[in-house]
């Protein structure tokens, strides 16, 4: 029996990789140190261009470094950075423990999402929250 999600070194991080064949999703844990910012940008470019969306790559990468140094004001724990293809779109998620649990000011991660991205949101998890995004990414199927 094949798991469903397979354990692997993509990108100098652990990774968590839906088998091929489905839809692309894989998920990096990062530390909480500044280093995870360029780790992040650095990884979701890469695999951007493995899935032959480099058109995305750019605005993935600054809202992906956006939303990280997000996580990185508000959590002391590890941060889940989850990119996923499928179905014309790109989704990035980025999930951090937030003890506070408390609302934070509109950022300007959030303005950005905004103007660059074609939807996004939050959603509370039970340690913390999400914060996620689409962008259009023609082609896909």
Partial sequence: ???????AFADGLLARVR????DRTV???LSPEP???PSAR???RNRLVQWGLQDQAPVADLLVGELVTNALRHSCDRIQLT??????LLRCEVEHADPSRARHR???EHLLLADLACCWGT???CEGKVIWFELPAPGLV
Avoid: Q
Wanted: zero cysteines.
């Fill in 83 to 88: 990119l996923t293809a499928e179905d014309g």
């Fill in 35 to 37: 280093s995870a910012e």
């Fill in 42 to 44: 650095r990884i979701a």
């Fill in 123 to 125: 959603a509370h998890t």
């Fill in 106 to 108: 509109v950022g300007r």
């Fill in 19 to 22: 088998p091929a064949g489905g």
């Fill in 1 to 7: 029996m094949i798991p469903n999600r397979l354990l």
């Fill in 27 to 29: 998920s990096w844990a």
